[in-house]
């Protein structure tokens, strides 16, 4: 029997799993950390006044990738990573989840939505990769947001969207606080400080993460009220607008910090994630 949550040994899910999801699962989640690290240090920088022209979201943790050694194949790797992110929820939709409640429809359903998501990101990390950047994703944003609005029933649709990224962002915040993810991590044999410290990055990166989600989608929804799509931001967009309210930077640089703490959360699911 597999003990859940910090004194898991992921016995069970390990079987379940299989090498190939473990290692989908593993180089995904190290992925999404090494991209939102970048996108939190970017951030820091528009706080700072030091970003110049650069962007604090995935093209921009990209750009900065590519400007390291060998960053040709760091950004190929993480590329290859989110396919791998997008491959290991595609196996939960398709064949269930790690716990007992992973073959439940409701679960599936959900990893089917993140498959999408990790699909668009993939995509756009292999054509940076492949020399086809594109435009920001600002500007990606108010363009999808434009050609939804031009659709019947248009203003709905985006209305309806943005909705759904805000409520998914509560939602990851509210997870985060409540620690929800401790039961999905096998710490077994892991010292209490290194269980403490896990906690202290899932909490503090989790909101950080659920408050830019949730901000991007009210963006979304005062597009579809005000049907105007230049009301739709981006991850930068939508992180300068934290810079811009009464608490000023210093709101952009606690956001930017909880980024970067998801990351290394991020790295730690990689390491103790049950799969």
Same mark, same amino acid.
């Given at each position: 029997m597999t003990v859940r949550g910090f004194e898991g040994t992921g016995v069970q899910a390990a079987s379940r799993g299989g090498g190939l999801r /473990?290692?989908?699962?593993?180089?995904?989640? $190290?992925?999404?950390? =090494?991209?939102?690290? &970048?996108?939190g240090m970017l951030a820091l920088r528009v706080a700072s006044g030091d970003a110049g022209g650069e962007e604090a979201?995935? !093209?921009?943790?990209? !750009?900065? $990738?590519?400007? /390291?050694?060998?960053?040709?194949?760091l950004v190929?790797?993480?590329?290859? @990573?989110?396919?791998?992110?997008m491959l290991w929820r595609l196996s939960e939709?398709?064949?269930?989840?790690?716990? +007992?409640?992973?073959? /439940?429809?409701?679960k599936r359903l959900a990893s089917a939505g993140r498959t999408v998501f990790y699909a668009v990101v993939a995509f756009s990390a292999l054509s940076f990769a492949t020399g086809g950047g594109g435009h920001s994703g600002d500007e990606q944003s108010r363009d999808v947001t434009a050609?939804?609005?031009?659709?019947?029933?248009?203003?709905? $649709?985006?209305?309806?969207?943005?909705?759904?990224?805000?409520?998914?962002?509560?939602?990851?915040?509210v997870q985060a606080?409540?620690?929800?993810?401790?039961?999905?991590?096998?710490?077994? @044999? =892991?010292?209490?400080?290194?269980?403490r410290a896990v906690d202290f990055l899932g909490v503090s990166g989790g909101l950080a993460r659920g408050a830019v989600f949730a901000a991007a989608g009210g963006?979304? =929804?005062y597009a579809a009220v005000r049907y105007d799509p230049a009301q739709a931001k981006?991850?930068?967009?939508?992180?300068?607008?934290?810079?811009?309210?009464?608490?000023? +930077?210093? &709101? $952009?640089?606690?956001?930017?910090?909880? &980024?970067?703490?998801?990351?290394?959360?991020?790295?730690?699911?990689?390491?103790?994630r049950e799969v």
């Open positions: /473990k290692v989908t699962a593993r180089c995904g989640l $190290l992925a999404r950390g =090494v991209l939102y690290v &970048l996108i979201d995935r !093209q921009g943790a990209l !750009q900065e $990738l590519v400007e /390291k050694p060998f960053g040709d194949v190929w790797a993480v590329g290859i @990573g989110l396919v791998c992110m939709a398709v064949f269930g989840a790690a716990g +007992p409640d992973g073959d /439940k429809a409701g050609r939804a609005l031009d659709l019947p029933a248009g203003r709905w $649709l985006v209305g309806a969207a943005g909705l759904g990224i805000a409520v998914a962002g509560v939602v990851v915040a606080a409540r620690r929800s993810f401790r039961r999905h991590l096998a710490m077994g @044999g =892991v010292p209490p400080w290194g269980r963006f979304v =929804v981006g991850v930068d967009d939508t992180l300068r607008a934290f810079a811009a309210t009464a608490a000023g +930077p210093w &709101l $952009l640089v606690a956001v930017a910090v909880g &980024l970067m703490l998801f990351g290394v959360f991020s790295a730690a699911m990689a390491r103790w």
